[in-house]
């Protein structure tokens, strides 16, 4: 029999132990991941349905570093020049995460990294991001107090809806798209966008801090129209908000939410993990039936029934926008100036 020493004796039940530790779940140290996001219902829905159902399970810490979107994408870019950043995914819109990919601040994304890549609907897929969810910037009213259903962008502007005209300040973008094609502009170059913006403020139209402002305001009638996605306006329809949305006959902006990995963040596998798990069917249905957003995959079955009340008919689909999304990047400082100097001013 082989004698060991004391020193021998120890070290061997040390690694004994601490092989013990790594092979039980409950013990071994979690992995951190550190996702950027919206908070609110969003960041609720999140964190249920995406980071306790799917991740925690994996091993995962998750920490949900909550901003808004403007402060997310210039950290996101203005921290790729760094080694490492402070997030390892990153939850925007589509346009702010385009604006990221251009100066090459995300990983490249494939089946080979993402599993669930090849699920992902031909017109969402992107070399650089997954979609997360995508529904329509519209108008959305109180049906019992606005008596004739809007059909126009020039509902926005009715003097009859003074007072009544409620805006999200994030949501500028959108809301500048807007004002541009009701004034003879168009979305490729925002033309006359200030002139809307102007009418806006003639209109005494509010300006609210938050999506949840907006739902609350459409809640006590405190505003009776706004722009914002049919799925904000489903899910405040089923809180009981005496809702309606349209299409307008101009169009309507597209409401695309997407998710990438930083090309330094701390965990760039804990970050493809989270891209793999956003696009699971569960997640997605999840957001569809909670908050009205249309699944972004092939794999994600919603029944008929939701289907009729959150999505698009053929003739809407056709009517939606194609932003461009380079002059948006380029001109969004612009933009977000003009929107603040007449609004805030």
Same mark, same amino acid.
């Given at each position: 029999?082989?004698?060991?020493?004391?020193?021998?004796?120890?070290?061997?039940?040390?690694?004994?132990?601490?092989?013990?530790?790594?092979?039980?779940?409950?013990?071994?140290?979690?992995?951190?991941?550190?996702?950027?996001?919206?908070?609110?219902?969003?960041?609720?829905?999140?964190?249920?349905?995406?980071?306790?159902?799917?991740?925690?399970?994996?091993?995962?810490?998750?920490?949900?570093?909550?901003?808004?979107?403007?402060?997310?994408?210039?950290?996101?870019?203005?921290?790729?020049?760094?080694?490492?950043?402070?997030?390892?995914?990153?939850?925007?819109?589509?346009?702010?995460?385009?604006?990221?990919?251009?100066?090459?601040?995300?990983?490249?994304?494939?089946?080979?990294?993402?599993?669930?890549?090849?699920?992902?609907?031909?017109?969402?897929?992107?070399?650089?991001?997954?979609?997360?969810?995508?529904?329509?910037?519209?108008?959305?009213?109180?049906?019992?107090?606005?008596?004739?259903? !809007? %059909?126009?962008?020039? +509902?926005?502007?009715? #003097?009859?809806?003074?007072?009544? =005209? &409620?805006? *999200?300040?994030?949501?500028?973008?959108?809301?500048?798209?807007?004002?541009?094609?009701?004034?003879?502009?168009?979305?490729?170059?925002?033309?006359?966008?200030?002139?809307?913006?102007?009418g806006w403020k003639a209109l005494e139209a509010k300006l609210l801090p938050s999506t949840e402002a907006v739902g609350q305001a459409l809640a006590s009638g405190d505003i009776w129209l706004t722009i914002i996605s049919a799925a904000r306006g489903y899910s405040w329809q089923k809180s009981g908000i005496d809702l309606a949305w349209c299409v307008p006959e101009e169009g309507a902006f597209p409401a695309v939410y997407e998710a990438g990995v930083p090309k330094n963040a701390r965990h760039p596998e804990a970050g493809l993990a989270?891209?793999?798990?956003?696009?699971?069917?569960?997640?997605?249905?999840?957001?569809?039936?909670?908050?009205?957003?249309? !699944? %972004?995959?092939?794999? +994600?079955?919603?029944? #008929?029934?939701?289907?009729?009340? =959150? &999505?698009? *008919?053929?003739?809407?689909?056709?009517?939606?926008?194609?932003?461009?999304?380079?002059?948006?990047?380029?001109?969004?400082?612009?933009?977000?100036?003009?929107?603040?100097?007449?609004?805030?001013?």
């Amino acid at each position: 029999m082989t004698k060991l020493s004391r020193r021998q004796f120890l070290a061997t039940t040390s690694a004994a132990g601490a092989s013990a530790l790594l092979a039980s779940p409950a013990l071994a140290q979690s992995k951190e991941l550190v996702v950027g996001t919206w908070g609110g219902t969003f960041g609720d829905l999140l964190k249920a349905n995406v980071d306790e159902a799917l991740l925690v399970p994996q091993g995962y810490d998750v920490l949900q570093e909550i901003s808004g979107p403007v402060p997310r994408r210039t950290k996101l870019i203005t921290e790729r020049m760094q080694r490492r950043g402070s997030m390892d995914a990153a939850l925007l819109a589509d346009f702010d995460m385009h604006a990221a990919a251009r100066v090459g601040a995300l990983e490249t994304l494939d089946a080979g990294n993402v599993p669930n890549y090849d699920t992902i609907l031909p017109f969402l897929k992107k070399k650089t991001s997954v979609p997360l969810i995508y529904s329509a910037h519209v108008i959305v009213y109180r049906k019992d107090l606005v008596k004739t259903p !809007p %059909t126009s962008v020039q +509902a926005l502007w009715d #003097p009859a809806y003074k007072g009544k =005209i &409620g805006l *999200s300040d994030f949501l500028y973008t959108s809301n500048m798209a807007y004002a541009a094609v009701a004034n003879g502009g168009t979305v490729d170059n925002y033309a006359n966008a200030e002139k809307g913006v102007e009418g806006w403020k003639a209109l005494e139209a509010k300006l609210l801090p938050s999506t949840e402002a907006v739902g609350q305001a459409l809640a006590s009638g405190d505003i009776w129209l706004t722009i914002i996605s049919a799925a904000r306006g489903y899910s405040w329809q089923k809180s009981g908000i005496d809702l309606a949305w349209c299409v307008p006959e101009e169009g309507a902006f597209p409401a695309v939410y997407e998710a990438g990995v930083p090309k330094n963040a701390r965990h760039p596998e804990a970050g493809l993990a989270y891209m793999n798990a956003l696009l699971t069917p569960d997640a997605q249905v999840a957001f569809a039936e909670k908050m009205g957003y249309l !699944p %972004t995959v092939k794999s +994600a079955k919603i029944s #008929p029934e939701l289907e009729a009340r =959150i &999505g698009f *008919s053929e003739a809407e689909q056709n009517r939606l926008w194609t932003p461009d999304l380079d002059f948006i990047m380029e001109n969004q400082a612009g933009l977000l100036d003009t929107w603040n100097r007449i609004l805030k001013g």
